[in-house]
Each structure stands twice: as structure tokens, then as C-alpha cells.
């Protein structure tokens, strides 16, 4: 849920500009109305108190299918993940959840926002809201830490909610909103993670560019998806329900051929038999150079092509990443 004052940092999936509320507040949160685009006629639902921050036109092709099999079929995904899960990984979920939120190096949150105002971390496709007080646990002691969850189905969300009142978690933000195009501003968030659908995405590329965007620079991003350990034996069981969970995707992999290009600190592991993590940062967009003033000497093809492209902002993509088992792949061509 939505308080009013964070209407302040979201915008419009549309045009990015600010947005505005019309409607409903209940103890403390929107409850329902209208977030109203500041900068086009775009506008977005608040209805029992989960605000629908995405554009349904936007919502094609594999992002649809895997919509209606979630609102379908929330109620199964948590006892799946935690009864079937163990079964075939031979370790409970708690322990496996825990090997990559490591990643997210969320002591070092109190180093970096200095008690100058309150973290914020941000999961993306969150789900049911596993991974919400899994990261609350890690919080270094006494840190102030927003945490927001969004998701682009309801009947996950609606579950995210019971949860968050069951805990007692009312501090937990969340809203239906896309993957490919976030309802944040850039470089808001201190951490953004994502557990477990990017392969299903429509547009892989375009959700981490959209990562990239909403974090602060140089943070840690985190990606953990499916992919089969190729260090271990697998047995046929294994194999068997490896594809089973992956039945939407052919070839399971880590989507590197999808980072930026100025991709740095790249690390790849596999943080289970069944799941890889992947996890980079992006340093900040450098402004282009203002251009010299110059004797009124014509510029050569060369030296036009080389000024529209900064020297500083040129970084070379990590060569190959140090961990075991990665795949160099051709990208993929786009649509
Ligand atoms: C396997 S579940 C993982 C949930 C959670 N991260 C976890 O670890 O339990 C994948 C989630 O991604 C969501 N999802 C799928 N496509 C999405 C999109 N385009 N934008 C945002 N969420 C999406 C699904 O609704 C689903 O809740």
C-alpha cells in the first residue's frame, strides 16, 4: 500500500513525469481513487488500497500468459516453492533465499545513506512477498529502510497484502506495476533485486535497462533466475523438474547478453541446483563534455564522430565474468 506522501516519488510509466492523487486515503494509505498524470492524459487505478501503475496496452505477449497463470494459480506458488522446492533442491527455501540475498550486501546500506534519510530497496516481480521480511532480517540494526514490491499480478499482490498484514508489516510499499517500464524515478533506489521471472519476460533487455535506471548509480543490482548448475550431476528427477519449471523458456540462461554495455562489477554463481545470480552495477550516465571553443577550424568525420561520443563514458564491457559455467551468447535479435 501506497502512503500519500510517496505520490511524490513515483511517476508516470507513460512519460515519467510526477503524478497525482484523486480519491481515497484510509488509515494512512490510498485506499482508492486515481493517480493522476501530471504531464499526459495517462492515468492509473487505486482500488482496495493496490494502485495499478502500469499500462495495460503495454502488457503483451509472454508478460500476459504469465499474468493469467499467476492470478490463476497465487495460492499454489507458496506451498510449491516450499514443499516441492526442498524436494528437489535438498534444501529448505528459507536456506536457499538466504544464499542470494546475501548478494544484495545490505550491511553496507548504513555506510552509504549515513542516517541522511531512509534506504530504499526495491524488488521487482516480488510475488507474494517472500523475500520482504527476509530482507528486513538483514537490515543492519537501526537503519531506516523503505522497502517496495511490485508485481504485475493482482492475485500475487492481494497475497503480498495478507502477508504484509499478518506480519504486521505496514511500512511495506507496494503496487501493481510493470517490469518494463517502472513507476520511479531514476536512481531512487539504493538496492533493486528480482527473483524468478525475467526469462518469462517479453522484453529481457528492456526490464534491466529499467533496473538500471531506478537504482543509484553504482548500486548493487541483483538478478536471480533459473538455470541448471552446470558444475553438478543432475539426476533424471532432477532434470525432469528442472524443465517442468522452466516450460515456458527453451533455454534457461543467464541473460548477460542482455546487460549494458557499461555493465561493471559483473559476478555470476549459481546460488542453488536449479538458480544462477547474477549481480552488477552501472556507474552513473556521463553528461556529454560542453565542446571547446575552437578556432573556426572545420572538424574532420573523425573528430565529429569521437566528440558525440565522450571519452569517459566509453567503458568496455567486463570481459568474460570470473565464475564457473557461463555461456558466451550471441544477443539476441530484437523485434
Ligand atoms: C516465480 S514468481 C517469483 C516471486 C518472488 N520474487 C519470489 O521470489 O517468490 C515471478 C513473479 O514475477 C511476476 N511477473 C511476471 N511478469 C512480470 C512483469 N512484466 N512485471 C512485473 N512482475 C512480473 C509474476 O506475477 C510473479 O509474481
Not at 177 to 189: E, M, T, W
Not at 203 to 230: F, H, Q
Not at 271 to 288: K, Q
Request: glycine letters at 6%; proline letters at 8%; a positive charge.
Amino acid at each position: 500500500m501506497l502512503r500519500p506522501d510517496d505520490v511524490d516519488h513515483l511517476r508516470c510509466p507513460a512519460c515519467r513525469q510526477g503524478l497525482r492523487f484523486r480519491g481515497y486515503v484510509a488509515r494512512g494509505r490510498l485506499d482508492r481513487g486515481e493517480l493522476i498524470c501530471t504531464g499526459c492524459p495517462a492515468s492509473y487505478q487505486v482500488f482496495a488500497g493496490i494502485a495499478e501503475l502500469y499500462r495495460e496496452e503495454e502488457v503483451r505477449g509472454g508478460d500476459r500468459a504469465m499474468r493469467i497463470i499467476y492470478d490463476r494459480l497465487a495460492v499454489l506458488h507458496d506451498p510449491l516453492v516450499r514443499f516441492s522446492f526442498p524436494l528437489a533442491l535438498g534444501e529448505s527455501e528459507a536456506t536457499s533465499r538466504a544464499r542470494y540475498l546475501e548478494r544484495l550486501d545490505l550491511e553496507a546500506l548504513a555506510r552509504e545513506v549515513r542516517g541522511e534519510r531512509a534506504a530504499r530497496i526495491l524488488e521487482i516481480g516480488a510475488g507474494t512477498g517472500s523475500n520482504v521480511p527476509l530482507v528486513r532480517a538483514r537490515l543492519p540494526p537501526g537503519l531506516a529502510a523503505d522497502l517496495w514490491a511490485v508485481d504485475l499480478s493482482m492475485g500475487m499482490l492481494r497475497l503480498l497484502a495478507e502477508r504484509m498484514r499478518f506480519l504486521g508489516d505496514a511500512e511495506t510499499r507496494f503496487a501493481a506495476a510493470d517490469a518494463h517500464a517502472l513507476p520511479f524515478p531514476d536512481g531512487f533506489f539504493d538496492r533493486v533485486f528480482h527473483v524468478g521471472g525475467i526469462a518469462g519476460y517479453r522484453d529481457p533487455r528492456r526490464a534491466l535497462a529499467e533496473m538500471v535506471r531506478v537504482a543509484r548509480p553504482c548500486t548493487p543490482i541483483l538478478v536471480v533466475d533459473e538455470r541448471l548448475d552446470p558444475d553438478r550431476p543432475h539426476s533424471l528427477f532432477h532434470r525432469l523438474f528442472f524443465r517442468w519449471v522452466t516450460i515456458y523458456d527453451r533455454d534457461p540462461h543467464v541473460p548477460i547478453e542482455h546487460l549494458p554495455a557499461d555493465a561493471h562489477d559483473v559476478r555470476i554463481e549459481q546460488v542453488g541446483r536449479f538458480f544462477y545470480g547474477l549481480t552488477f552495477r552501472v556507474a552513473a550516465p556521463i553528461s556529454p563534455r560542453k565542446p571547446r571553443r575552437r578556432a573556426a577550424a572545420k572538424p574532420s568525420a573523425r573528430d565529429s564522430r569521437s566528440a558525440s561520443r565522450p571519452k569517459a563514458a566509453v567503458r568496455s564491457r567486463p570481459s568474460a565474468p570470473k565464475s564457473k559455467g557461463v555461456r558466451a551468447r550471441r544477443p539476441k535479435k530484437q523485434p
